[in-house]
């Protein structure tokens, strides 16, 4: 994305809630003060076992919250390119259904996903399993990830990894992503990102979190 003052006119990201989600959103979880001393006879509580709620989309979208930073369709001043998250039984890579990701990439850009907040601590990495449907040498699509503190205004494009093309394979494909670097309760994301000028739907399922 070439950014907000582009020729091309971005949404502001936003989050929209799907199913039963965590009251806490990820975006500040630590203490204010975590670079500070911690008061005299003070113990500090020990982080909780590592837990991903629903992470094969068998629940729906059960403890995940839908975000999107998407462009406007060419041409329009508000209205963003056509877009969706759906869960479906078409094919799994784990479980029964999967997340199907959709958008119109009409305007060669734009970046959809879902978050949940997940302490990190005892994790090395975090995997997704993703569907093309064919190889291409063209470069159409992303996968979008993010692990850390989220920006107050919320994620967007930037934000995200978006190193790893998904037309580099035919059918599933487990993508790894380290996390040893990082502690404590973070938002964590997983999504596509478009750079095609075609509609792009993807399948996306068994996040899982790794300790080595």
């Not at 203490?31 to 989309?57: V, W």
């Not at 997940?118 to 975090?126: G, L």
């Not at 569907?131 to 494009?157: C, H, I, T, W």
Request: one cysteine or more; a negative charge.
């Amino acid at each position: 994305m070439t950014g907000f003052g582009g020729a091309i006119a971005v949404g502001l990201a936003h989050v929209v809630p799907f199913g039963r989600g965590d009251p806490n959103d990820g975006t500040d979880q630590r203490n204010e003060s975590d670079d500070s001393e911690p008061a005299s006879g003070i113990t500090q509580p020990t982080p909780s076992p590592a837990c991903l709620q629903n992470p094969s989309f068998e629940e729906y979208l059960d403890g995940w919250s839908v975000g999107t930073d998407l462009p406007t369709v060419p041409g329009e001043s508000t209205d963003p390119v056509d877009h969706s998250v759906a869960i479906t039984s078409e094919r799994a890579a784990d479980g029964d259904r999967s997340m199907a990701l959709f958008i119109d990439g009409v305007a060669d850009d734009g970046t959809i996903w879902v978050e949940q907040p997940v302490n990190i601590t005892p994790v090395d990495a975090v995997t997704v399993d993703v569907y093309s449907r064919q190889k291409s040498f063209n470069r159409m699509s992303q996968v979008a990830f993010f692990a850390g503190k989220k920006p107050r205004d919320g994620l967007s494009e930037g934000d995200f990894n978006r190193e790893k093309d998904i037309e580099d394979h035919a059918g599933w494909k487990t993508y790894s992503y380290s996390v040893s670097d990082l502690e404590g309760v973070v938002t964590l994301a997983v999504g596509m990102n478009v750079v095609w000028e075609t509609g792009i739907r993807r399948f996306f399922d068994d996040v899982r979190l790794v300790a080595e």
